[in-house]
């Protein structure tokens, strides 16, 4: 078996639009999924884009990705990498691909001269945050996350 990682192309729109449908399902938000072709072209590949991805592939055939961006830390006064989604197919778990794509993500980080990677991980997903831990990440509990989507989003904007 080999695994390897490539930069997404507008052709992989499709494959990574199935990943992220079979990881809401996994997330248990099976309806959640908004994303279409059409987006995910224009929002990795179009004029402006600001997000990234690649593809990790099983003996030539995609098997999972990640998605990423970068921030900005103010205390750092430089970018940060923020990972937005990590997928890999279920028949490809625990074969050290996730830990593949998080090492290729920090080295595009560590060249970028980006001072953080980071990411959120769903509480009860244990076998992510054993592998997560694995690799010396920490987890924030001292922070909470907040969201403002939806009409609660358009409601606060208007008012």
């Not at 992989?12 to 990943?19: K, N, Q, Y």
Request: aromatic share 12%.
């Amino acid at each position: 078996m080999t695994i390897s990682i490539r930069d997404a192309r507008p052709e992989d729109a499709e494959t990574i639009l199935r990943f992220i449908t079979e990881l809401a399902i996994y997330e248990k938000e099976p309806d959640a999924v908004e994303a279409t072709v059409g987006m995910l072209q224009d929002s990795l590949f179009g004029p402006g884009a600001i997000t990234r991805a690649v593809i990790c592939e099983k003996d030539g055939k995609p098997a999972g990705f990640a998605m990423w961006f970068y921030n900005y830390s103010t205390w750092q006064a430089r970018k940060g990498l923020y990972l937005e989604d990590l997928y890999v197919t279920p028949d490809c778990r625990g074969s050290g691909a996730g830990k593949m794509l998080l090492k290729h993500l920090a080295r595009i980080a560590v060249e970028e001269g980006c001072g953080r990677f980071e990411w959120s991980v769903l509480d009860w997903n244990e076998p992510a945050i054993r592998v997560y831990e694995a690799v010396g990440a920490e987890p924030m509990s001292e922070w909470t996350r907040y969201r403002l989507s939806g009409a609660a989003l358009t409601s606060f904007a208007a008012d």
